[in-house]
Each structure stands twice: as structure tokens, then as C-alpha cells.
């Protein structure tokens, strides 16, 4: 008989160095998780990805059990990461803090089609420059 799921939780965590400081600990204690079994096999799956925000799709079940996926970093990350940015900008529309090329902006979306609602790549280019443009940074046409 299949387990019953209690609840999903998803989180997004600095690859190989989460930790049970918040959010970790809040979140999977509420649901009675073993948090450090959680945080050791988070850190030895992402080990190679350091640097990097990975997020981690936690299924908890009501016997306290638990599995998780890992997904590509967030869109947003991935800008930052390709031209090198600390931040995106606190005023879009203002004050622009970086250029993506077309070339880049394709990288990105080949990269993360598998995680983004598009059907094809034009759509996930799309929803990259969305993505860039929410965060100051100029789009080439």
C-alpha cells in the first residue's frame, strides 16, 4: 500500500550548505521530520552545485517520512549567475543594473525548459526576458 502524503514543502537552498537555521527547521519541524537526515542528504546531492540556489521539493508523509526532488535554480538566479549581478534592482523600471544578450537569454531557457510551464523554446525565452525585465535588467531584441 502506498504511503499517505501528509504535505509538500518546497524550499529554496544554498546548494551543499543548508543548515536547520530557518527556513529549514521551521518548515520540516512542524511536520516532525528528522531535519538534520533531511539536511545531510540535501548538502551530499548538491555538493557539486555550491554556489547556486537549489530548490528542494520536500513530499512528507504521515508516517513522518519523507523524499524530496531537486530542481534547477530559479530564472532569477541563473540571470544573476550568467552576468554576474549581487542583486537585481530595487526600482525595474528605473534603474536598469545589467544587459542580456539573445544568446544568453536562450542559454538560460534551454537550460531550465524542464522545470518552466512553456512548450517550446520561443515560449521559455519569453518567460526568461520576463524574468530580467522584472529585475532590471535590459532584454536585446
Known sequence: ?????KT?????????EATPAPPVGPALGQHG???????????ARTSKQKGQIIPAVITVYEDRSFTFVTKLPPVAAMIKKTITLEKGS??????????LSKA?????????MADLNANDIEAAKKIVAGTARSMGVDVEN
Open 1 to 5: 500500500m502506498a504511503k499517505k502524503i
Open 8 to 16: 509538500i514543502v518546497k524550499l529554496n537552498l544554498p546548494a551543499g
Open 33 to 43: 521530520i528528522p531535519i538534520m537526515d533531511f539536511i545531510k542528504e540535501y548538502n
Open 90 to 99: 530595487g526600482k525595474p523600471n528605473t534603474e536598469k543594473v545589467g544587459k
Open 104 to 112: 544568453q537569454i536562450e542559454t538560460i531557457a534551454k537550460e531550465k
